[in-house]
């Protein structure tokens, strides 16, 4: 920054703080940076650049886009050293045989496919050290960066989301946690074949290393080269779990990375992977949601506004100075959703008006808002979840399933 601040007034130039720091080449010191440190701070911005990257400048959705394809695996020493402090100093006795090469790496944890004595196969999840230590800074870090680059209002108040988010991390990285909330939704699910839970091998699992059986499955977005019908019914089922999530089981996995789920071809059932992020659902926020599909479900898009604002989903401050352009925005999805029984999520013709009319509520920062944590973490999951039928193209009867889903059919 201090070089090319030097470089900028040296050619009559007076910089701005933000401009020095988004460069294409800070861009890419920044997320080499970020993806080393891992932890909460490339989970985080994860987490921003799937949820709002359309929205932020393009130099830090870049440096932000490259978190979700980035990141680096420990090596085999230190490992083994983790092993041991976890399981004992011999615990490669108590394999067949362990792929010391992660399948997969994530910002926490690494998995690795390991091989019983008696033959059968399990994922073993591997915390990175320090991850655990470093959540509150980490934390900390990233909101500092939205502030110096002027994303964020100053007047937003933040805390409430970072302590949450702080709260979340820490809960994330306690594996004996997560391991029981995994069992949790094996519970929930028995029966249904349409879904497929690890299950928890709780002999081998610790705090820092959790244990399940190893399941097989395709990446969820190989769907894409599905038939239409296949691709319809994977996304049927995963929406009507989101509504099972909030109006049935008072639980939902709040985290919608497309690498928690796998699709088994052969079965066509789907894989749930990853249950760190499993957090109650509020009966509160659960009767805001009911509240927004029966207004969706009557057509009445003052009551959508106005429940809108009730639950938090939107400031009473922005319903008032841009009522029109909210309404055009309710009026341009709830023509989407009545133009046929199922809805077109690869028809995107809605979302240019949502984008043009969302422009001044944007540029009109002091009428932001953050809603309330809980109805945060849902709609985050609600939102990934239409993000993942759109790259689908799935077409849904959704009107129909959420009538089910709130008793109203």
Do not use: C
């Amino acid at each position: 920054m201090l070089a090319e601040g030097a470089r900028r007034l040296a050619s009559g130039e007076r910089p701005k703080l933000e401009d020095l720091i988004l460069t294409p080449a800070n861009a890419t010191r920044v997320a080499d940076r970020l993806s080393h440190l891992r932890g909460a701070a490339m989970k985080l911005g994860q987490m921003i650049s799937m949820d709002a990257g359309d929205l932020l400048p393009p130099e830090l959705t870049n440096i932000l886009a490259r978190l979700r394809n980035q990141a680096y695996r420990m090596p085999p020493q230190q490992l083994d050293g983790l092993l041991k402090t976890e399981w004992g100093a011999d615990w490669r006795r108590r394999f067949a045989h362990f792929e010391a090469t992660p399948i997969a790496a994530a910002s926490i944890g690494q998995v690795h496919r390991a091989t019983l004595p008696d033959g059968s196969k399990i994922a073993v999840k591997v915390q990175y050290p320090g991850v655990r230590e470093s959540i509150d800074a980490d934390v900390d870090n990233v909101a500092t960066l939205l502030r110096i680059s002027s994303l964020l209002p100053a007047e937003l108040n933040l805390q409430p989301l970072l302590d949450e988010a702080k709260r979340q991390l820490a809960e994330e990285a306690d594996y004996i946690r997560e391991g029981a909330q995994m069992q949790r939704f094996a519970d929930l699910l028995a029966g249904d074949d349409r879904y497929v839970v690890p299950e928890l091998n709780e002999a081998f699992t610790t705090s820092r290393v959790l244990t399940m059986s190893f399941v097989d499955g395709k990446a969820i977005e190989t769907l894409t080269d599905a038939p239409q019908d296949t691709r319809d019914t994977a996304m049927a089922h995963l929406i009507e779990l989101v509504l099972r999530e909030i109006f049935e089981f008072g639980v939902m996995q709040t985290d919608p990375n497309f690498a928690n789920y796998r699709w088994q071809p052969e079965t066509g059932k789907l894989v749930l992977l990853d249950f760190g992020a499993t957090r109650d659902v509020p009966k509160a926020t659960a009767t805001a949601y009911r509240a927004m599909i029966e207004a969706g479900l009557k057509g009445d898009r003052a009551k959508m506004r106005e429940t809108a604002v009730a639950a938090g989903f939107l400031g009473a401050g922005a319903a008032a100075a841009h009522q029109v352009a909210i309404d055009r925005i309710i009026a341009a999805i709830d023509e989407a959703m009545n133009r046929s029984n199922r809805f077109d999520f690869g028809d995107r013709a809605f979302v240019p008006v949502i984008r043009e009319e969302a422009k001044g509520l944007i540029a009109d920062r002091s009428t932001w808002h953050v809603p309330e944590v809980d109805t945060l973490f849902v709609q985050r999951k609600v939102s990934g979840t239409a993000l993942l039928a759109a790259r689908l193209q799935a077409r849904v009867d959704v009107k129909a399933m959420a009538a089910t889903a709130i008793g109203t059919n």
